[in-house]
């Protein structure tokens, strides 16, 4: 027998066997990673908990027999993708996709499968549509827009009734079927007037007719069920960040519609988030979006930034992130201008240990950041950086590498001929990102006798 056809087999002998009078409430998730990227897949509830692994085999099969899980909405893992599954009582769901083409190559099969082809089916279709809403719709007048997007939603609406009448499923499983449509495109509409703007150059429309925003009314932030959907989500956040907008008066210093005063108009984001959202997950992790947001995004002084952590402490209370958000505050504040660069220590070519601060010293150093997983980068930034030394001398330009591999940093740096005496490595790259606020690999970091300058610059844009 064919080992598919007998893997199937042995799955669905075991689901069917047993005591015919009892419900079967265990259920089997399994299937098989062709071209796998690592040797597991882990399978998350959706508060994002690990429930369990499982170990690929020779024939890069896996398979899970869940005893006491409740039916709602997961996902599992196969590092680095991941992808959602919906799973009920009595399931039998195997899988098959291919790690070179994830999403588009995932199939569902067994009981249970129906509906989460549907769900996948449903994620692809809004990816192409997102592309062509982006360059084509947008730019519409708001009506023809809310047409367009209407008509789509009342297709995906209609596919699923459709499905209903062919397969059994659950109220909650259709709940979720509903939001995910629903939301997806009510989320076009809460981004419609910034991106509008952008492709057009007008003003943005204030006064839209009543059936634009009608779904507003029903609106509800109470259902815990929804936090996990990707589409309730991004829909709540665009949500907030447009009655922000509107709702802001001279304080947030509006000119030529752009918010000019951040601080402000994060601190209303702040205030709504706290007058509306009563869920305590959502409302956690809606505090914890707009705190990266604002700290990450954009770079204010620590004034401000002080300021802002202080309203983020009284409005977010007991928040489950406020560990993460605490650290990242204090990086950053270990990182303003006229500090000196924090005590990192890195690795040069000899193997032999450095502080950062005592490469920097007594002359002006820009930091700047590569890995080998991402060749074309290190050939472009190598490029950059000898482009610009040709320009301005008085910088002393140096590389941290991260995530690399000793023995393939120093045959990068000998093929590329950089001079090893500006090449250092990263000790250990959670502490890099960590002490550094290391979050974009284009991130240079300007010094003058190791005093930083300017911690969150390009080294595409940076004026040297």
Same mark, same amino acid.
């Given at each position: ?15 069917? #066997? ?32 690990? /429930? ?53 190559? /995932? ?140 709702? #802001?008066?001279?304080? #947030? ?178 502490? /890099? ?10 991130? #240079? ?20």
């Amino acid at each position: 027998m064919n080992k598919n056809l007998l893997y199937i087999f042995l799955l669905l002998f075991a689901v069917g #066997c047993g005591n015919g009078a009892k419900k079967n409430n265990t259920i089997f998730f399994a299937g098989e990673i062709v071209n796998p990227a690592n040797k597991y897949v882990v399978l998350y509830n959706s508060d994002n908990i690990k /429930l369990d692994s499982a170990k690929l085999d020779t024939d890069n099969r896996f398979s899970f027999q869940l005893d006491s899980i409740k039916e709602g909405l997961y996902h599992f893992e196969h590092a680095p993708e991941y992808q959602y599954i919906y799973l009920h009582e009595g399931d039998s769901i195997q899988i098959r996709l291919n790690t070179m083409d994830f999403d588009e190559s /995932l199939v569902f099969s067994g009981k249970g499968s129906e509906f989460n082809n549907f769900l996948i089916d449903l994620y692809l279709v809004h990816e192409k549509e997102e592309r062509i809403i982006r360059s084509s719709y947008f730019s519409l007048e708001p009506e023809e827009f809310h047409e367009k997007i209407e008509t789509l939603r009342k297709e995906k609406l209609q596919n699923l009734k459709e499905l209903k009448q062919e397969v059994t499923i659950s109220e909650a499983a259709s709940e979720i079927a509903e939001v995910s449509i629903n939301y997806n495109y009510y989320n076009y509409k809460e981004i419609y007037p910034f991106e509008h703007r952008k492709r057009t150059g007008r003003k943005l429309a204030h006064n839209f007719s009543p059936n634009f925003y009608a779904y507003r009314k029903d609106l509800s932030f109470n259902n815990k069920r929804l936090n996990y959907l990707t589409p309730y989500y991004n829909f709540v956040k665009s949500h907030l960040k447009n009655l922000s907008y509107m709702g #802001c008066d001279k304080k #947030c210093g509006v000119k030529n519609e752009i918010i000019t005063n951040q601080l402000h108009f994060n601190r209303h984001k702040l205030n709504l988030i706290d007058s509306l959202i009563k869920e305590e997950e959502l409302r956690d992790n809606l505090f914890r979006n707009v705190a990266l947001e604002y700290l990450l995004g954009v770079h204010d002084n620590e004034k401000n930034n002080a300021i802002f952590i202080d309203d983020f402490h009284l409005r977010s209370g007991d928040n489950r992130h406020l560990k993460e958000i605490n650290e990242l505050y204090q990086g950053i504040t270990n990182v303003q201008p006229h500090k000196k660069i924090p005590d990192l220590m890195v690795t040069d070519y000899e193997g032999k240990e450095i502080s950062l601060q005592k490469i920097a010293k007594n002359k002006k150093v820009v930091f700047y950041f590569w890995t080998a997983s991402n060749r074309r980068y290190f050939k472009d930034v190598t490029k950059k950086i000898a482009e610009i030394s040709k320009k301005n001398n008085q910088y002393t330009f140096v590389g941290i590498n991260y995530n690399t591999d000793n023995a393939t940093w120093k045959g990068l740096i000998e093929r590329a001929q950089l001079d090893k005496d500006n090449q250092y490595q990263a000790n250990d790259q959670r502490e /890099l990102t960590k002490t550094l606020i290391f979050d974009k690999a284009n991130r #240079c970091i300007i010094t003058n006798n190791a005093k930083i300058v300017d911690a969150f610059n390009s080294i595409w844009s940076a004026n040297f």
